[in-house]
């Protein structure tokens, strides 16, 4: 997956099971525990979260994530 597509996807507000899994390159499976490890987080925190969806930014913090990499990636590949 390229820097842009990764980039489109982590500019969402939501990721759902879908995403995670393109973002961490695993199978199903894998992504389900990724988002349970997640929401068990967050939830005894006391948020509430809806359905099957996590939010990005806690995507980003749990799989490390370089943004500004990314971004300068996207700007070599145009």
């Known amino acids: 997956m390229s820097a842009n597509e ?5 500019s969402k507000q ?3 099971l879908q995403d995670l899994m393109k973002l961490t390159n ?8 990724i988002r349970k490890e997640i929401k068990t987080e967050l939830e005894s ?3 509430t979260l ?6 990005m930014c806690e995507v980003v913090k749990k799989l490390k994530i370089n943004i500004s990499y990314l971004q300068r990636m996207a ?3 145009s």
Not at 6 to 10: A, D, F, G, M, R
Not at 50 to 55: A, E, M, Q
């Open 50 to 55: 809806p359905p099957n969806l996590i939010p």
């Open 14 to 16: 939501w990721c759902n």
């Open 6 to 10: 990764t980039l489109e996807i982590l």
């Open 26 to 33: 695993v199978g199903r499976n894998s992504a389900l525990k």
């Open 75 to 77: 700007k070599m590949e």
């Open 45 to 47: 925190k006391g948020y």
